[in-house]
T-cell receptor
Framework: GQQVMQIPQYQHVQEGEDFTTYCNSSTTLSNIQWYKQRPGGHPVFLIQLVKSGEVKKQKRLTFQFGEAKKNSSLHITATQTTDVGTYFCAGGTSYGKLTFGQGTILTVHP | DAGITQSPRYKITETGRQVTLMCHQTWSHSYMFWYRQDLGHGLRLIYYSAAADITDKGEVPDGYVVSRSKTENFPLTLESATRSQTSVYFC???????????FGPGTRLLVL
């Protein structure tokens, strides 16, 4: 079946440093979604990318979808303590299923 | 706007007992999902439902049973709980399938 791999599993940064998490699918995706889960909370939708090579920005967050629609990344510029949490990618297929990556747990040290 | 709720939020049970986790959504979304979250495994799909009376297995269905008699409710039952089912369980809904999923607050289950 479809597999979505996400790396790294953990990332510790100093406040102000940049952070990137990567997502790779074993199959071509129809879309990729990103979610954030604060400690003790539930996953919350951030964004969806649909087009090959698409880049979207939300303030300090930049999301990219690869040209082959098999990989994606989330980059945070100048991390803040409010960025802590687990970031999940979720790959969508043409028949509608979402497969979540394992998530990247981000810790930001002040 | 209540959104999607889960109950109980915390549950401790013993091996072999039956446990039912409740999920209720107020958006009338057709699709509902149950995930379990374990460290190192991310979110794994247990079961999902496309509409009332339509359910299908996900990635890790063994040991779980679901039903969906009404669109707004999607209960998950552990027929005979095992320690390996200790986890955080999230219910989610979407409309249509493949679009944004809205998650409930989760149920933290401990099986002793």
């Amino acid at each position: 079946g479809q597999q979505v791999m996400q790396i790294p599993q953990y990332q510790h940064v100093q406040e102000g440093e940049d952070f990137t998490t990567y997502c790779n699918s074993s199959t071509t995706l129809s879309n990729i979604q990103w979610y954030k889960q604060r400690p003790g909370g539930h996953p919350v939708f951030l964004i969806q990318l649909v087009k090959s090579g698409e880049v979207k920005k939300q303030k300090r967050l930049t999301f990219q979808f690869g040209e082959a629609k098999k990989n994606s990344s989330l980059h945070i510029t100048a991390t803040q303590t409010t960025d802590v949490g687990t970031y999940f990618c979720a790959g969508g297929t043409s028949y509608g299923k979402l497969t979540f990556g394992q998530g990247t747990i981000l810790t930001v040290h002040p | 706007d209540a959104g999607i709720t889960q109950s109980p939020r915390y549950k401790i049970t013993e091996t072999g007992r039956q446990v039912t986790l409740m999920c209720h959504q107020t958006w009338s979304h057709s699709y509902m999902f149950w995930y379990r979250q374990d460290l190192g495994h991310g979110l794994r799909l247990i079961y999902y439902s496309a509409a009332a009376d339509i359910t299908d297995k996900g990635e890790v269905p063994d040991g779980y049973v679901v039903s969906r008699s009404k669109t707004e409710n999607f209960p998950l039952t552990l027929e005979s709980a095992t320690r390996s089912q200790t986890s955080v369980y999230f219910c989610a809904s979407s409309e249509p399938m493949g679009e944004t999923q809205y998650f409930g607050p989760g149920t933290r289950l401990l099986v002793l």
